[in-house]
């Protein structure tokens, strides 16, 4: 699955423009809110969500399907438990 694909299934989560920890708290609260088995993808332009945002996945239980980036701007796929 590549940067330009949008699934109907996705929830996205747009934190271009927000500095760290904003990413990942928007992040965590569209996951609390997701039903389980739901895919999140978050966009964010800080390069801290390099390192928060794949670390804050594997420590909250989630799957860390994708990862990417494009013209400054980073792609997470993340999947919620069932």
């Keep these: 699955m590549g940067y330009g ?7 996205i989560v747009d934190a271009r423009g927000h ?3 904003v990413p990942t708290l ?9 039903p389980a088995g739901a895919l999140v993808r978050l ?5 801290l ?8 996945a594997t420590g909250g239980g989630f799957e860390l ?4 980036e494009a013209a ?3 792609s997470f796929l993340i999947r ?3």
């Design 72 to 74: 400054g701007t980073l």
């Design 26 to 34: 928007r992040l965590r609260r569209a996951l609390e809110d997701a």
């Design 5 to 11: 694909s949008v699934m109907a299934s996705e929830i």
């Design 19 to 21: 500095r760290c920890p």
């Design 80 to 82: 919620k438990p069932a």
């Design 43 to 47: 966009y964010a332009d800080d390069p």
């Design 49 to 56: 969500a390099r390192i928060d945002v794949p670390h804050f």
């Design 65 to 68: 399907v994708d990862k990417a």
